[in-house]
């Protein structure tokens, strides 16, 4: 599976950032950075969870 | 295992429902049911880009045709729910009587009015779609003099968008300082200091005597004497949870639809969001948030609970957490702050718009807030999230102010 994200509608909320830090990190300079686009399947619950939580709705899977 | 599910309240919280019973395998029939016209939408751009005219009413939608399609979900508009009786298991739906057997108590909270208000004309509360329109139609007529009554963080949000779209805004709040009771004075300043520097008008520590105008608002007289001019008032003085279609419900309504630990208020049913009061275990006491954060996790959280056992069913206990924006400041709470709490600055660079401070109590870490520091926000939440200590917060801080 791939991270996409949609950085014209992402407002660096973090909220991703702290359910799996290990893909997303939202840095000092306030932009979102994908550190893993394609994480390993056992990472998709987190990943599925910072889909729905983010608030601009930014994020998707491709698979 | 029910046949048919019915979720009363088609906003964020009823439609994060529906989507969690069809993840877990849910296969009955589920009912959404809201009582506005419009299909389930998205509130928070209401009050910032929504309401600054950038954005078409369609792309707040929660929900597709094909997403409802995907869904199987039953859904009807205009569809107010006026009766609940619990031993029946019954529903009264525009005066028809309807059953099911398993039910989301999902109806939100409506916008506190002022009262003997509602036959002038330019007086609006915000909360729907219609309300933002209605704002927004009348902020670009003309040049009008707006008032918001309340300085709040909904409050806050349409005095930045009013004054972003140049408009003269002047903002009326009771406290000393604007949302002073929930992040402490001292926050609660850098928050007015910014709206201010960028044109808002604050009327600080006095409330509203009055509003003048027979059929069309012409101002707002406050309690020292003063007479504030307005076109448009906008009141954002807190929300009201729609608990009244319940009272003969048999349920115990205090201030939201008491739940327990898990979100069930009693067999078979739950409610979830702004409506809902439900026992905390991390706090040790019984709290409503109006968050959209929660909104969309508690609406989650309390469907999953129809297809659990009392063994199987967990807690519900998140660090609450929102955020608002105002000019281009994000600013973002998370935990529960008290303006009684110990308080401590990490970062304060006004050049930057940048501030985080952090609250605690009884030796632990209860909250943060961040403007423009988002990244703050999650680390101290991870930390209150592993219930970290006041000082293990504070020796955390010294690493990254």
Redesign the interface.
């Known amino acids: 599976m791939r991270v996409v994200v949609d950085f014209d509608l992402c407002?660096?909320?973090?909220?991703c950032?702290?359910i799996a830090p290990d893909i997303f990190e939202?840095?000092?300079d306030?932009f979102l950075y994908v550190l893993d686009e394609t994480p390993s399947e056992d990472r998709r619950s987190n990943l599925e969870e910072s889909v729905?939580?983010c608030?601009k709705q930014a994020i998707s899977i491709e698979e | 295992m029910h046949s048919s599910i019915t979720i009363v309240g088609a906003s964020l919280a009823g439609v994060r429902a529906a989507e969690a019973l069809r993840t877990e395998g849910f296969k009955g029939n589920i009912k959404l049911l809201g009582d506005e016209p419009h299909i389930a939408y998205d509130r928070p751009p209401l009050s910032k880009s929504f309401l600054e005219g950038e954005m078409a009413s369609e792309k707040l939608s929660l929900l597709t045709t094909e997403k409802i399609n995907e869904l199987k979900l039953e859904i009807r508009t205009d569809s107010k729910v006026s009766n609940l009786d619990i031993e029946t298991q019954t529903l009264e739906v525009k005066g028809e009587v309807e059953e099911f057997d398993a039910l989301i108590i999902a109806t939100g909270a409506r916008a506190r009015k002022l009262p003997d208000t509602e036959k002038i004309n330019g007086i609006h509360t915000l909360r729907s779609l219609d309300d933002s329109i209605k704002i927004r139609d009348s902020f670009k007529a003309g040049n009008p003099k707006v008032v918001v009554v309340g300085g709040g963080f909904i409050g806050c949000e349409v005095a930045a968008t009013a004054s972003t779209l140049g408009i003269e805004v002047t903002v009326v709040e009771s406290q000393d300082v604007p949302l002073s009771h929930v992040l402490g004075e001292e926050a609660g300043k850098v928050i007015s200091e910014l709206h201010i520097d960028n044109g808002v008008q604050l009327k600080c520590g006095v409330e509203v005597q009055e509003i003048k105008g027979e059929d069309k608002v012409e101002g707002v007289l406050l309690e020292d004497g003063t007479l504030l001019e307005a076109d448009l008032v906008v009141v954002g003085i807190g929300a009201v949870p729609n608990t009244e279609w319940l009272e003969n419900s048999g349920l115990t309504i205090e201030n939201g639809v008491c739940c327990d630990q898990t979100c069930l208020a009693a067999p078979n049913i739950v409610a979830a969001g702004d409506v809902a009061r439900w026992e905390h275990q991390g706090y040790g006491k019984s709290i409503r948030l109006e968050h959209w954060d929660n909104a969309a996790e508690q609406g989650k959280h309390a469907a999953l609970r129809l297809l659990q056992t009392e063994a199987e069913a967990l807690p519900y206990a998140p660090i609450p957490w929102f955020w608002s924006d105002q000019f281009d400041r994000k600013i973002q709470l998370a935990g529960i702050s008290d303006p009684e709490d110990d308080f401590e600055v990490i970062v304060d660079s006004p050049g930057e718009g940048r501030y985080t401070a952090i609250y605690g109590n009884e030796g632990r870490l209860k909250a943060v807030l961040g403007i423009n520091r988002p990244r703050h926000v999650m680390q101290f939440k991870s930390l209150m999230e592993n219930k970290a200590s006041w000082k293990e917060a504070l020796e955390f801080a010294r690493g990254i102010g």
Do not use: H, L, Y
Not at chain 1, 11 to 15: F, H, K, L, P, Q
């Open positions: 407002e660096s909320n973090a909220i950032m702290q939202v840095r000092d306030d729905q939580r608030p």
